[in-house]
């Protein structure tokens, strides 16, 4: 049996598709497009390389992007007075600051301090308590990314068992709540779970996002089951850099119905949903129905 690759990159243009095309009717009511802020504190690479690609695909789909490059040694004091301009600013619809943050400031305060109508990394405690309470809010973009992708590929999730494995507030948590939501029956694995491979294989759908090269092997993958495979592990083989999940995605393709390959799977998916949270913000707060999904 050979699954189906899940091609990330489609499903992202065609939920680019819909953002775009929720645009001109929000430009006539408001006069103005949704505008997305992003903070950047500090020179680490990959977080620089993410805010120009965020940035970058706003435009592309016709949004207003603000962006914010902060000095390492800002203070606590300095990013939370930009932060409160921003809840301020009715141009801003959506506000990401980008993580890690440097070690000095309080992650956890610094999310707390964004209106959670316009915290679309979807990590601020009110949104996190929204969707463990089934109500509407902002969700975190990997897990919403992860989600589309599954309803698209298998209609229908109801009754299916899916396990997530991590437990993580950014991934595997929200993961988890949103599969619950659909009537799925969840199991959350961890660091600590006992016969992981045991677990994997009575799944119908298994979402990976552990941060551990390869770990879940294709072995453990039921006949026909759908992988999600969330890992980025940067690896050095046959002394060649690479990128892998944390699935061993060629031997699970093997027994997998259909699965994600890493780069091109949860990634591209991950951007555009952050894009679609942006959309939805500006809709939500302007109170008109938030783009179809
Ligand atoms: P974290 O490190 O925050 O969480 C990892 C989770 O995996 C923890 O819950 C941990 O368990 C669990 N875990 C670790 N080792 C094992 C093991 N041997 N068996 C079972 N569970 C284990 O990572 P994130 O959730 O932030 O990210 C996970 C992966 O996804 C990373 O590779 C990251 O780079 C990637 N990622 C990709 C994104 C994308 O856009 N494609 C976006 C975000 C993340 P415990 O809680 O017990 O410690």
Redesign the pocket.
């Known amino acids: 049996m050979t699954s189906r690759i899940i091609d990330g990159k489609v499903h992202a243009s065609t939920l680019g598709e819909k953002i775009s095309a929720s645009l001109p009717a929000f430009r006539a009511k408001t006069g103005r497009a949704p505008g997305l802020a992003v903070v950047l504190v500090g020179h680490d690479p990959a977080s620089e390389v993410y805010v120009a690609a965020k940035g970058r695909m706003a435009r592309q789909l016709g949004m207003e992007s603000f962006e914010f490059k902060l000095a390492e040694t800002t203070s606590q004091q300095d990013l939370l007075d930009l932060i409160a301009r921003l809840n301020a600013d009715d141009r801003v619809d959506g506000i990401l600051v980008q993580l890690p943050l440097p070690g000095h400031l309080d992650t956890l305060a610094v999310i707390s301090a964004i209106d959670p109508d316009k915290d679309v990394d979807g990590l601020h405690l009110v949104n996190a308590g929204r969707l463990a309470s089934g109500l509407p809010g902002l969700v975190s973009?990997?897990p919403l990314?992860c989600l589309l992708m599954l309803k698209a590929e298998l209609g229908q999730l109801s009754g299916k068992d899916a396990i997530v494995?991590?437990?993580?507030?950014?991934?595997?948590k929200p993961m988890a709540q949103l599969l619950l939501a659909e009537n799925c029956t969840v199991t959350i694995?961890?660091?600590?779970?006992h016969d992981?491979p045991a677990k994997v294989r009575a799944a119908d759908i298994v979402v990976?996002?552990?941060?551990?090269p390869e770990?879940i092997r294709g072995a453990w993958i039921k006949p026909g089951a759908t992988v999600i495979d969330?890992?980025?592990?940067r690896i050095e083989r046959d002394g060649r850099k690479r990128l892998v999940?944390?699935v061993e995605f060629a031997a699970a393709a093997h027994s997998a119905g259909a699965i994600t390959p890493?780069?091109g799977?949860?990634?591209p998916?991950?951007?555009m949903s952050l894009m679609y949270n942006a959309a939805r913000a500006a809709h939500v707060r302007k109170e008109l129905p938030p783009p179809e999904l």
């Open positions: 973009c990997t990314g494995v991590g437990r993580s507030i950014l991934v595997g694995a961890h660091s600590r779970t992981l990976a996002a552990v941060g551990q770990m969330v890992g980025i592990n999940g944390d890493v780069p799977g949860v990634g998916m991950t951007i």
